[in-house]
């Protein structure tokens, strides 16, 4: 009798992960982490599935890891699904990758802005000694729009009444 799949009841919280996710592809240890497993077995998964090789490594597209998800979420034999996919012997991708997201970003919330930054409507001033402290105000800044930026724009954007004032 197969070991059962330590990861099966997690399934839900793990397509939800990746479906979320921004990242472009996913390594060993993304596969460890993502799927509570241990290395040997987070590799057999990405032999199980198709990848692109870079250097050493294989890199799994987020694309077929959620695809994959939604075969096992689908089928009632995830045994016999893993036994098909041997099967189909999934092949290394030749192709180039255009772009790497390596890491998901964690959501900022506007108080999360710091105090070197002054936001007031439709203004934003930014105080700054390095190059490097405005980049980092610019990409929490930038995070921020990404998580609460439809909370920022009630904030922060000029509405006509006050632009007639």
Same mark, same amino acid.
């Given at each position: 009798?197969?070991?059962?799949?330590?990861?099966? *009841?997690?399934? %839900?919280?793990?397509?939800? !992960?990746?479906? %979320?996710?921004?990242?472009? %592809?996913?390594?060993?240890?993304d596969i460890e982490k993502l799927f509570e497993l241990q290395p040997r077995a987070a590799q057999e998964l990405l032999k199980l599935l198709p990848s692109v090789q870079i250097g050493t490594s294989r890199l799994l597209e987020r694309e077929v890891l959620a695809e994959f998800l939604l075969r096992v979420r689908d089928t009632e034999d995830t045994t016999g699904l893993y036994e098909k996919l041997k099967e189909e012997k999934?092949?290394?991708?030749?192709?180039?990758?255009r772009s790497l997201v390596r890491r998901d970003l964690d959501a900022v919330?506007?108080? !999360?802005? *710091?105090?070197?930054?002054?936001?007031?409507?439709?203004?934003l001033e930014v105080n700054f000694e390095t190059v490097e402290q405005l980049a980092e105000c610019m990409l929490l800044l930038a995070r921020v729009l990404e998580s609460e930026g439809g909370e920022f724009a009630e904030a922060y954007e000029p509405s006509a009444r006050h632009e007639r004032a």
């Amino acid at each position: 009798m197969p070991r059962p799949i330590s990861w099966l *009841p997690r399934l %839900h919280e793990i397509t939800k !992960a990746v479906t %979320h996710s921004v990242r472009s %592809h996913y390594d060993r240890r993304d596969i460890e982490k993502l799927f509570e497993l241990q290395p040997r077995a987070a590799q057999e998964l990405l032999k199980l599935l198709p990848s692109v090789q870079i250097g050493t490594s294989r890199l799994l597209e987020r694309e077929v890891l959620a695809e994959f998800l939604l075969r096992v979420r689908d089928t009632e034999d995830t045994t016999g699904l893993y036994e098909k996919l041997k099967e189909e012997k999934a092949a290394v991708s030749k192709r180039r990758i255009r772009s790497l997201v390596r890491r998901d970003l964690d959501a900022v919330s506007m108080t !999360a802005l *710091p105090q070197s930054m002054t936001l007031t409507r439709g203004r934003l001033e930014v105080n700054f000694e390095t190059v490097e402290q405005l980049a980092e105000c610019m990409l929490l800044l930038a995070r921020v729009l990404e998580s609460e930026g439809g909370e920022f724009a009630e904030a922060y954007e000029p509405s006509a009444r006050h632009e007639r004032a």
